[in-house]
């Protein structure tokens, strides 16, 4: 079975589920709404509002590299060479099957210049682990603040959040503490070595990477933020912000090309949940959508210009 995935027919054919689903997904969406109100809404958005946005999602790519950078999976490797990266990496997250596709091509871009494949991907694993885990606790304080105000109309929503993101947290650090304190003893002494680099790489988790991972993610609610202003709406940085977490987590599930329709599909309905208009708030996703695939896109050209890392044959494995 694996072999199949791993042929040019099983890529194929998980491309055009994906795409399918993505379809099916924005189909319903776009039933739900008055196309014509929304595709008015996104002509008559401030331009100069969206373009800011549009930078602001360039800026999380660029500390997304920090954050390798400090992390120092590649020893003395500069930042250029970790934002060339991460800016190639962010394109085809966008462009291809998700986040997973671009840390793949990160990792291998990283082994070049280590001759080694197991500390960048571990590095890499770690990184998105702190901002699923960041983003994680934001959803969760969100639904607690709900809960605590007593918000009846979102009262549900709250509780749904809530229990999710705790019952995943919890099964999340059960399989890590099996992963790191019982296979270890079970596991060939090849697994034994990628999982040594893994328990490396949560040890370079300083509290600089936690706090660039909450950055990152207060960020990414500000450019959702302005693309409501500028679609001339008044609303609190608590919407976008939350809708903006609960799109990231929803889009952790691999079932969309790109995470599209699951998407836009979270942030308008938490959006819609506290009041805004479906049809605008179906445009602030769709707009968020080309928002970061402009900024991918950007960040693909700037790429071009900057150097490679210098390549280093692999290392050899002594038997």
Request: charged share 10%; net charge positive.
């Amino acid at each position: 079975m694996s072999e199949y995935f791993k042929s040019p027919l099983g890529r194929f054919s998980i491309l055009t589920f994906k795409l399918l689903v993505s379809a099916a997904l924005l189909y319903f969406i776009f039933t739900l709404v008055d196309l014509r109100e929304a595709l008015q809404a996104a002509i008559g958005a401030n331009l100069i509002l969206l373009l800011l946005a549009t930078l602001i999602r360039g800026g999380v790519f660029c500390l997304d590299a920090l954050r390798l950078h400090w992390m120092a999976p590649v020893s003395g490797l500069p930042y250029h060479q970790h934002l060339r990266l991460a800016l190639r990496g962010a394109f085809f997250s966008q462009m291809g099957f998700g986040f997973l596709t671009g840390d793949a091509y990160r990792a291998v871009g990283y082994a070049k210049g280590t001759g080694s494949l197991s500390a960048p991907a571990a590095h890499l694993l770690a990184a998105r682990l702190a901002g699923i885990a960041m983003t994680a606790l934001i959803a969760l304080t969100a639904a607690l603040f709900l809960i605590i105000t007593k918000s009846e109309a979102l009262h549900g929503f709250a509780l749904q959040v809530g229990y999710g993101v705790a019952i995943v947290g919890m099964v999340s650090l059960g399989l890590l503490w099996v992963m790191f304190k019982i296979l270890p003893r079970h596991v060939p002494a090849s697994v034994q070595d990628g999982l040594a680099h893994g328990a490396e790489a949560l040890k370079s988790l300083s509290p600089r990477i936690w706090l660039l991972s909450l950055l990152v993610i207060l960020l990414r609610g500000i450019s959702l933020w302005l693309i409501f202003v500028a679609l001339h709406q008044t609303v609190s940085y608590f919407i976008p912000l939350l809708a903006s977490v609960t799109g990231t987590l929803v889009t952790l599930l691999p079932l969309a090309f790109g995470g599209l329709g699951l998407r836009e599909g979270a942030i308008a309905g938490v959006a819609s949940l506290f009041g805004m208009p479906a049809a605008l708030s179906v445009s602030a996703a769709i707009l968020l959508r080309m928002a970061v695939v402009s900024a991918a896109s950007a960040g693909l050209v700037v790429s071009l210009f900057l150097p490679e890392i210098p390549h280093k044959k692999p290392e050899k494995v002594i038997k």
